[in-house]
């Protein structure tokens, strides 16, 4: 099926279910994430669009609960987190490492989003060069000239509001 049948099957499926599957998904969540949830359903059944049967009611609302399954049990895990995490850190004792810390995590938030992606892979999720340009979908190259750009933003960032000194804590973004 060509993407223009596609669309026009997705928008006749949004017209005549979208509002029965929304009120399912409402009776079930709050408003922002059942929009969200419905949303998912039809970027899904827009990729399956060959596969799903006629009516698709039946296949919309199941796709639906196993979305908002989904969502729920990812929310319960960072909720889990959330607590584990406030409770370890209560736990711990002072650190002089803290301000560093502090430091960089206001750094990071300076950041756009690109540069903190490319450089918590590396750092955080220690990805290697190849794995994180996978995730990313970009070359090996594009992602070794990110990830410099990245740690150079970085450096200049620390710099500029004096928080600590770049070569301590991203030794290659000032010896690059």
């Known amino acids: 099926m060509d993407d223009v049948a596609r669309h026009t099957r997705l928008e006749t499926w949004f017209r005549a279910y979208g509002d029965r599957v929304l009120a399912y998904l409402l009776h079930r969540t709050d408003p922002e994430t059942a929009q969200d949830v419905l949303q998912e359903v039809f970027v899904i059944a827009f990729r399956k669009a060959d596969t799903v049967p006629e009516p698709p009611i039946g296949w919309l609302f199941a796709t639906a609960r196993r979305v908002l399954a989904n969502s729920t049990r990812g929310t319960r895990r960072r909720e889990q987190l959330t607590v584990r ?47 994180a340009a996978q995730a990313l979908g970009c070359s090996r190259s594009a992602y070794g000239v990110r990830l410099h750009r990245a740690r150079r933003r970085f450096a200049e960032h620390l710099r500029a509001n004096g928080d600590q000194d770049p070569s301590e804590l991203l030794p290659e973004a000032v010896n690059e």
């Open 85 to 131: 995490l406030a409770d370890a850190a209560q736990d711990r004792p002072a650190d002089p490492d803290d301000d560093v810390s502090q430091a960089v995590t206001d750094t990071l938030a300076r950041l756009s989003s690109a540069d903190r992606e490319v450089l918590t892979l590396n750092a955080w999720y220690e990805l290697s060069a190849d794995e």
